[in-house]
């Protein structure tokens, strides 16, 4: 089966060519390595999936061709995501520059998070 067909019917991507594009984009990648959407996968893969600012990595347990419910997402894929890049994207929530204020973050706002994101 494709990546990016199995990224979007484990619902980690909302359209298939969203899927697509972060494979173009390098932002999935197969043991370290990027690829293209085109990839066929199989059990036991571990996937990596860059989710600002952190990688998250997953391992394939099963295979489906269709897109499956969110209840039924852990029976074709494990999150394995180590616990500092967890720690990670916990301190940048708690960090104080993502808050709840209304409207678009200033300027200021942007670069501050840009440069957290930057890791």
């Known amino acids: 089966m494709r990546i990016d067909k199995f990224l979007w019917a484990v619902r980690l991507f909302k359209t298939r060519s969203l ?3 972060a494979c173009k984009n390098e932002k999935v990648k197969i043991g370290g390595m990027n690829l293209k959407s085109s990839r066929e996968i199989k059990i ?9 600012p952190i ?15 969110a209840k ?19 301190a940048i ?20 998070l840009g440069d957290w994101l930057e890791l």
């Open 19 to 21: 899927a697509a594009d």
């Open 44 to 52: 036991g893969d571990k996937i990596e999936v860059k989710d600002l």
């Open 55 to 69: 990688w998250r990595s997953y391992e394939i347990i099963g295979i489906t061709e269709q897109r499956v419910g």
């Open 72 to 90: 039924l997402v852990t029976e074709f894929i494990k999150d394995i995501t180590p616990t500092e890049e967890l720690a990670k994207l916990e």
């Open 93 to 112: 929530k708690n960090s104080g520059f993502i808050d709840n204020r209304k409207g678009r973050p200033t300027k200021k706002d942007r670069r501050q």
